[in-house]
Antibody, heavy 120, light 107 residues
């Protein structure tokens, strides 16, 4: 079964850091771009970042809301993508979904989500 | 690109048709317009890609259409399991953006 499983969500204080992980299975992880979408409580979906495959240079795109604070990386040998989140703000509170990205198909696989709460 | 979905909420009887609209602030290539379904308490799932192509396992009562700045998602013969929020999304130009969602309620 093709799936993505996120982990690492937690309750953290403003200004602190946290790293989320996303493990893929059932497909060749290194052949696909992956990224993250978040959803604040009771709100809609917001794409925040994705990373291309090594074949496409592993280039990265960030949404303005997280650029300079969040960093995505990938370890294809482990089939894991990471989201390092620094200088966290209260408005970063959300469920974070890992996504598989296919240029002609959109976000075709979603993880179940992991919750980040930023609060003092 | 800003995507505006309408209506905000749609209340439809089982067996009836639901038509959801997604309007873009500038032209979007049909190749890169998708629709997602998010049932209560669940992660979103891909329904339609390339404006009109059903994703794997999506029933044929779901169909997408449109071009340029106006796109639609139609659900014919609505079933209780279609209770969900539906989002359109463009992945033509970064930053990729979602509409605010249309909630489909079952009468």
């Amino acid at each position: 079964e093709v799936q993505l499983v996120e982990s690492g969500g937690d309750l953290v204080q403003p200004g602190r850091s946290l790293r989320l992980s996303c493990k893929g299975s059932g497909f060749t992880f290194g052949d696909y771009a992956v990224g993250w979408v978040r959803q604040a409580p009771g709100k809609g979906l917001e794409w925040i970042v994705f990373i291309r495959t090594k074949n496409y240079g592993g280039t990265i795109e960030y949404a303005a809301s997280v650029r300079g604070r969040f960093t995505i990386s990938r370890d294809d040998s482990k089939s894991i993508a990471y989201l390092q989140m620094d200088s966290l703000k209260i408005e970063d509170t959300a469920v974070y979904y890992c996504i598989r990205v296919r240029r002609n198909y959109g976000f075709d696989i979603w993880g179940q989500g992991t919750m980040l709460t930023v609060s003092s | 690109i800003v995507l505006t979905q309408s209506p905000g909420t749609l209340s439809v009887s089982p067996g009836e048709r639901a038509t959801l609209s997604c309007r873009a602030s500038q032209s979007v290539s049909s190749s890169f317009l998708a629709w997602y379904q998010q049932r209560p308490g669940q992660a979103p799932r891909l329904l339609i890609y390339g404006a009109s192509n059903r994703a794997t396992g999506v029933p044929d009562r779901f169909s997408g259409g449109g071009s340029g700045t106006d796109f639609t998602l139609t659900i014919t013969r609505l079933e209780p399991e279609d209770l969900a929020v539906y989002y359109c999304q463009q992945y033509d130009n970064s930053p990729w953006t979602f509409g605010q969602g249309t909630k489909v309620e079952i009468k």
